[in-house]
């Protein structure tokens, strides 16, 4: 019975802390969210050397909506970090060294994936989306007839930050399951490059470019995850004990 009240108090401790961590996130993220602003922006403002890049926002709460989707998307992803922590110390007395070793590497894996997702996403998918979907701005024929500006509303390049980061973390998962399908069922590599070239023809728009330049890039992801996790593959084995 003590026991238990032992548990109980350390669920509601870790409650708490991690009640705590969330609130302190949204405060910090919404005191630096003029930064934050900037930060997403910044990869738009190479494209724009001789006009200023501006954004518009046709309602009157618009940009303080957009400040709290801010805000809360980085408090929550900081959060999620830890949380999971928090599962992994507050289940440890319980696992044989085996398994919290397997549920440790799990959770490394998970914070790499997710720090690379940020990596990714921020040099690589968003300067290409820029430049990408900028050269439709002008064409011959609006040239000669017409002109067309790209003019951003706010809220809506907060929620096409979003998706961009949610199709890259897709994107990671994708290769972390092929390279967990490599190693488990030994699949030659002609036919995990084949997938990818196919879910690159899906994700990308209609051009050969974007699919080849997508497929290097995937293909360059599957090699990084499959080399790392061969290194952490061979490490020592601990006898099985309960902590």
């Not at 900028?134 to 002109?147: D, G, P, R, V």
């Not at 907060?158 to 994708?174: A, H, K, M, P, R």
């Not at 590599?189 to 990818?196: P, V």
Request: aromatic fraction near 24%.
């Amino acid at each position: 019975m003590i026991t238990i009240r032992k548990y109980i108090h350390e669920i509601k401790y870790r409650m708490f802390f991690i009640a705590i961590s969330w609130f302190s996130n949204i405060y910090l993220s919404y005191y630096y969210v003029n930064t934050l602003i900037y930060i997403i922006i910044k990869p738009g403002l190479t494209l724009y050397k001789n006009n200023e890049l501006y954004f518009v926002y046709t309602h009157l709460n618009e940009i303080f909506n957009s400040y709290i989707s801010l805000v809360f998307m980085c408090a929550n992803s900081i959060t999620m970090i830890i949380m999971t922590y928090n599962l992994l110390v507050f289940f440890k007395p319980g696992m044989y060294i085996e398994e919290y070793c397997n549920v440790k590497k799990l959770f490394i894996k998970f914070n790499l994936l997710w720090i690379y997702t940020i990596i990714s996403m921020y040099y690589i998918m968003l300067p290409f989306s820029w430049t990408f979907f900028l050269s439709y701005q002008s064409t011959s024929f609006f040239e000669k007839n017409t002109q067309i500006f790209f003019e951003a509303k706010i809220q809506e390049y907060v929620s096409f930050i979003y998706e961009l980061y949610y199709i890259c973390l897709t994107i990671n998962i994708f290769i972390y399951i092929l390279v967990y399908t490599i190693q488990k069922y030994k699949f030659s590599k002609k036919y995990i490059y084949l997938i990818i070239f196919t879910f690159s023809t899906i994700i990308t728009p209609p051009d050969v470019y974007s699919q080849i330049m997508t497929s290097c890039f995937l293909i360059v992801i599957l090699e990084l995850y499959t080399y790392i996790t061969i290194l952490t593959k061979y490490s020592l084995r601990k006898p099985i004990k309960a902590y």
